[in-house]
């Protein structure tokens, strides 16, 4: 079983920055699909932006310019910056890890963004 472990989420004023990491188990990382996934209460899970094994990215357009997806194959974690962050951001940020047909999913950290 892959573990996914996220860490970095917390409380910013609008206009802030955060960053968050998620470090997954097992050697199947690299192969891998990554993902940051968000959910706001009463709203359904969104992708907010993926990134493929071989470097390549989507992205929500709502996230469009602000925030940014990378890895580091050799830690086996994946990043989310977010900067210029704004109150319809805060949600609860998944990571995911996607290889062929499965799909594995973090527990999740909260982002609130509030003045």
């Known amino acids: 079983q892959v573990q996914l472990v996220e860490s970095g989420g917390g409380l910013v004023q609008p206009g802030g920055s955060l960053r968050l990491s998620c470090v997954a188990s097992?050697?199947?990382?690299?192969?891998?699909?990554m993902g940051w996934y968000r959910q706001a209460p009463g709203k359904q899970r969104e992708l907010v932006l993926s990134i493929s094994s071989g470097g390549g990215t989507n992205a929500a357009d709502s996230v469009k310019g602000r925030f940014t997806i990378s890895r580091d194959n050799a830690k086996n974690t994946v990043y989310l910056q977010m900067n210029s962050l704004k109150p319809e951001d805060t949600a609860v940020y998944y990571c995911?890890?996607?290889?062929?047909?499965?799909?594995?999913w973090g527990q999740g950290t909260q982002v609130t963004v509030s003045s």
């Open positions: 097992g050697n199947i990382f690299s192969s891998a699909t």
């Open positions: 995911s890890l996607r290889l062929r047909t499965i799909n594995y």
